[in-house]
């Protein structure tokens, strides 16, 4: 026991500032790669992959020929099937490394008057939609640019109004079942159309408009609120993960703390009937 403690006393001893760096580096990327899989299909894949490096060590230790020659010659195979396998994560995290600078509110640099006027309109605008029951998709550019989902639809890069929102997500409309983006304070493109996720364990059976939002979600760092078309209840997706039933004044603390207007918060909590009976005055059914 002696001879072990020895040991470790020269070991620490000849620890440099470099050593402690490079272990804090590689713990810091260790656990942010856990943070992106936490939760996805990744983390079942990566357990694949941590079985068949023990069988690998294994192979070499027990000197199994057949296995380390499939090994030593798929090695590279495996390397390029797991760069498959892990693309949307790679596509994640690579993301995030390119934002450099810091995260953009809800809506970019706007905020006060500004940004509180658009949260009233999409939650007047929620709230007539939920009322009726149509469904809806509204995405929130952030910091990722949705340049290309943007292109799938139809440009508009007009003013945020509950109005033109309940125009475009009529039922009957060419536009109604894509999404539209919303870029700073401007409505940028509407019947965009968004990337599917697959079943999400523990989220429960989705349907198509909570799947793309979700799966948006997933690919950037964008949040998309829901009007689910079956129910008329109000979700919000936000970084893979998706709350749902909220009412108007859950929605509206959400959309104004991602907003950055917290001060006006507290002034807009009204009790839902009043919201209601001011959305079926001002919004035509």
């Known amino acids: 026991m002696s001879t072990v403690w020895r040991d470790v006393l020269i070991f620490l001893q000849n620890i440099g500032w470099r050593d402690v760096l490079d272990i804090v580096v590689v713990a810091v990327l ?6 992106l899989i936490r939760g996805t299909q990744a983390a079942q894949l990566l357990v694949g992959v941590a079985v068949l490096a023990v069988v690998g060590l294994a192979a070499e230790a027990l000197n199994l020929r057949l296995l380390q020659f499939i090994f030593r010659n ?7 099937a797991a760069v498959i396998l892990f693309q949307p994560e790679l596509r994640r995290a690579l993301d995030q490394v390119g934002r450099l600078g810091p995260v ?7 905020g006060g008057e500004a940004a509180q006027r658009v949260v009233d309109e999409v939650i007047r605008a929620a709230g007539s939609l939920s009322e009726h029951k149509t469904g809806a998709l509204i995405v929130f550019e952030r910091e990722t640019g949705l340049a ?13 109004t509950a109005e033109m929102l309940a125009t475009i997500f009529m039922p009957g409309t060419s536009l109604h079942d894509g999404a539209v983006i919303i870029r700073d304070t401007r409505l940028v493109s509407a019947g965009c159309v968004l990337p599917l996720a697959d079943t999400i364990p523990g989220v429960g059976r989705m349907g198509t408009r909570h799947r793309a939002a979700v799966g948006l979600t ?4 964008a949040v998309v609120l829901i009007v689910s078309e079956e129910t008329g209840l109000i979700s919000v997706a936000q970084a893979g ?4 039933g909220l009412d108007l004044n859950g929605l509206r603390d959400r959309l104004t703390n991602l907003a950055g207007v917290e001060g006006h918060a507290r002034q807009g909590v009204v009790p839902r009937r009043a919201v209601l009976r001011a959305i079926r005055r001002r919004t035509p059914s």
């Open 30 to 35: 260790l656990y942010q790669l856990l943070k």
């Open 74 to 80: 798929g090695g590279q195979a495996i390397v390029i």
């Open 104 to 110: 953009r509110s809800l809506l970019g640099h706007h």
């Open 148 to 160: 290309n989902i943007a292109g799938t639809g139809v440009r508009i890069d007009g003013q945020v």
């Open 218 to 221: 997933l690919e950037s760092d």
């Open 241 to 244: 993960g998706i709350t749902r």
